[in-house]
């Protein structure tokens, strides 16, 4: 099983920045791929970013050319460096982490870390 511990967040203004860490811990062997995602009150799970272990990277729309994700494999840790940040960026982040058991991909997540941007 994987485990995932998250810290970074916090309060900033508008156009500030913040990097989020999330480091794993378990099977990391098992680990395919990691990423984030953000969750606003009242509204579904978005994703964010991913960094695959074929050192690939995707990112939303609402997020390309401020939000960077990156990792430090002697760590097993991810970040999001998050740059230019807007009021809409308010959420609570998620770490994921996608991992084989017992050969299927299965999803863990972190507890969440709130990001609140103040206009």
């Known amino acids: 099983q994987v485990q995932l511990v998250e810290s970074g967040g916090g309060l900033v203004q508008a156009g500030g920045s913040l990097r989020l860490s999330c480091a794993a811990s378990g099977s990391i062997g098992s680990i395919n791929a990691m990423g984030w995602y953000r969750q606003a009150p009242g509204k579904q799970r978005e994703f964010i970013a991913t960094?695959?272990?074929?050192?690939?990277?995707d990112y939303a729309d609402s997020v390309k050319g401020r939000f960077t994700i990156s990792r430090d494999n002697a760590k097993n840790t991810v970040f999001l460096q998050m740059n230019s940040l807007k009021p809409e960026d308010t959420a609570v982040y998620y770490c994921?982490?996608?991992?084989?058991?017992?050969?299927?991909?299965?999803?863990?997540w972190g507890q969440g870390t709130q990001v609140t941007v103040s206009s």
């Open positions: 960094f695959t272990i074929r050192d690939t990277t």
């Open positions: 994921a982490a996608e991992a084989l058991v017992s050969g299927s991909p299965y999803h863990f």
